[in-house]
């Protein structure tokens, strides 16, 4: 929430700590889509909306800071009742929290500030491509190009996930003969054990079958659709480099639209394969 109230204010990023020169703004107030789409939802006025925002997100803050000194308020109280307990004891148990849940917690929080620093940075670029006073045929390749981006580099990491994907549930461990799955009343009532083992291993011989059947179902859709976006962007990205050489002024673009769509692109990408290199490592992580 701090980094929305950053975000939102403009001060998501310090100039001095920025080592890349960048050709567009990053100190304009944009708040986060999250935050929008909870704040406006409900809101016919939307005049106000920076300000709409601004009081959302503090509020968030205030709540959860005075939430915290609640927190800290019981746990004081629960510790001074508690026999035995010290500095010690407060010690092994921090470094559980710290091992069990704070690692994990901490992980997704920092993929969602990473995301937020993403978005902005996409944000940003459009405004200053619409800073440039493109005309409608200039906008709509932007869209059309950028739309494009992000379908074929999500099919793409889709794919390549899906693939990891298979690769971890064909791993030995997660295997069907590993699971609970026929440990139930139904084969259990079966008194002849080398029956019931019989039947639990044809069974279970048809559910892998099963299983590799959709799998390659699925990675043969994946791969199809993979192709088709990347088809459809390679045909935008031509109308792109056609209009640096048509006569048409109207479908012209600037060099500064070329960079901004581009480097719009680039982004875009980037935070694509940042939520699957997540995706990715969570996955192993179970």
């Not at 403009?10 to 960048?22: A, E, M, N, P, Y």
């Not at 703004?25 to 006025?45: G, Q």
């Not at 005075?66 to 629960?78: A, C, G």
Request: proline content about 3%.
């Amino acid at each position: 929430w701090k980094n929305y109230l950053k975000s939102g204010t403009g001060q998501l990023f310090i100039r001095s700590k920025t080592k890349q020169k960048l050709f567009y703004s990053i100190t304009l107030p944009i708040w986060p889509n999250e935050v929008k789409r909870i704040v406006l939802a409900n809101k016919k006025n939307k005049i106000n909306e920076n300000d709409i925002c601004l009081k959302f997100v503090n509020d968030q803050l205030y709540g959860m800071q005075h939430q915290l000194k609640e927190y800290e308020k019981e746990l004081n109280i629960q510790a001074t009742n508690c026999e035995g307990y010290s500095p010690s004891v407060h010690e092994i148990i921090m470094e559980y929290i710290e091992q069990n849940i704070n690692s994990s917690f901490r992980r997704k929080i920092a993929h969602q500030v990473e995301l937020i620093h993403y978005d902005y940075h996409i944000r940003a670029l459009e405004l200053e491509y619409f800073r440039q006073k493109p005309n409608q045929y200039q906008k709509k390749l932007m869209a059309e190009i950028c739309q494009s981006q992000y379908e074929q580099e999500t099919s793409e990491q889709e794919y390549e996930f899906l693939k990891k994907q298979i690769t971890y549930y064909n791993l030995p461990s997660q295997s069907l003969t590993c699971s609970n799955i026929f440990n139930g009343p139904l084969f259990n009532s079966i008194q002849n054990i080398p029956l019931r083992e019989e039947l639990i291993q044809k069974c279970t011989d048809v559910a892998e079958q099963g299983r590799s059947i959709l799998f390659n179902m699925y990675l043969k859709s994946a791969e199809d659709q993979r192709e088709e976006y990347k088809k459809k962007h390679e045909v935008n990205i031509k109308k792109m480099d056609a209009s640096q050489h048509t006569l048409n002024q109207n479908e012209k673009l600037s060099p500064i639209l070329i960079q901004l769509i581009n480097e719009c692109c680039k982004k875009i990408c980037e935070r694509i394969q940042f939520i699957y290199k997540f995706k990715s490592e969570s996955l192993f992580l179970k």
